[in-house]
């Protein structure tokens, strides 16, 4: 491939499109760039997740570099790349040692990830299994549903707050009176005192919980933000999401494909490339993984696994 058509391409994936290349026999005949058009609303909803102090992580199977200029449009707080279609739940299960984790989807491979984090939020238009892997459901296909989803759980949340409060309070002065705490004093009430007052807390709290109906999922004036999870990232994740492997036993080139295959085939793992020379393997990672699975893989392999290079 000429100099001048990879500086093209590069250029093209760092707008966030993916190249094609054609060719026919031994010649080029040329590059056709495909990009994924971002949805008027998606940015949008971005934002106000991010106002409500949640971090946003964007999970794909794209490159690098056509992914970040991607989640740069979006505005996401991280973009995981290169994951594999059975790599998505090993992702969010690392995610899921930072904090609490929603996962969002439509497609089958999404179906493990929904199923795996706290919470699963399937788009109304994505496949049978991507829903009935979820726990919400969004009923239309915007993004700004997700935003409205957690408004109103947040509501919901509040209000369940506020009765346990309410109910607290009223039964920590009506029980004492209704058994006679005030008949020292002189003091009697009618039952049918008693009934109403029951009947009125009743009546508070199930108005309370109906005022639900009044919230308004797409106002984000009275948003709250909490305090996002902080990235925590391990021993591997260190430098740039890079670990070093030493290995002994490799001899050629063959050995090092038959290395690179195996650590690429670690949920977790984004991409692989072996040194025999060197002794070495350099491990790109989508999210920590635990070093019992190197090891694993490169023994299975018939090659003697000696750590983590520091």
Not at 8 to 15: C, H, S, Y
Not at 114 to 143: E, F, N, P, Q, Y
Not at 283 to 297: H, I, S, T
Request: hydrophobic fraction near 45%; aromatic fraction near 4%; proline fraction near 4%.
């Amino acid at each position: 491939v000429p100099e001048d058509m990879m500086r093209q391409a590069e250029r093209l994936a760092d707008e966030g499109k993916t190249p094609l290349m054609f060719g026919l026999g031994d010649k080029l005949l040329g590059i056709i760039a495909v990009a994924d058009v971002i949805k008027e609303d998606s940015t949008e909803a971005v934002k106000e997740l991010r106002n409500m102090g949640i971090r946003v992580v964007m999970l794909t199977g794209d490159n690098k570099k056509t992914a970040e200029a991607i989640g740069r449009q979006a505005g996401v707080d991280e973009v995981i790349a290169g994951v594999l279609p059975d790599g998505k739940e090993a992702v969010i299960r690392g995610l899921m040692k930072q904090g609490k984790v929603a996962m969002v989807g439509d497609g089958i491979n999404d179906a493990p990830a929904l199923t795996r984090a706290d919470t699963g939020i399937a788009i109304g238009a994505g496949t049978d299994v991507a829903i009935d892997a979820a726990d919400v459901v969004l009923m239309k296909s915007s993004i700004m549903d997700v935003a409205g989803a957690i408004r109103l759980s947040r509501a919901t949340l509040r209000n369940i707050h506020e009765n346990l409060f309410w109910a607290f309070f009223y039964n920590t002065i009506g029980i004492p009176v209704a058994a006679g705490a005030l008949i020292p004093l002189g003091i009697t009430l009618n039952p049918m005192l008693g009934a109403a007052a029951m009947s009125l807390s009743s009546f508070c709290v199930v108005t309370n919980a109906l005022r639900l109906n009044l919230v308004n999922i797409r106002d984000a004036r009275h948003d709250h933000k909490t305090k996002p999870a902080k990235a925590v990232h391990g021993p591997a994740e260190k430098e740039g999401h890079t670990v070093t492997l030493k290995i002994r036993g490799m001899m050629c080139g063959h050995c090092e494909a038959a290395v690179k295959k195996a650590l690429e085939a670690i949920p977790g793992v984004a991409s692989a490339a072996a040194d025999h020379e060197k002794s070495i393997a350099v491990v790109d990672l989508a999210v920590p993984v635990d070093e019992a699975a190197f090891k694993k893989a490169i023994e299975d392999e018939g090659y003697e696994y000696l750590g983590i290079t520091k």
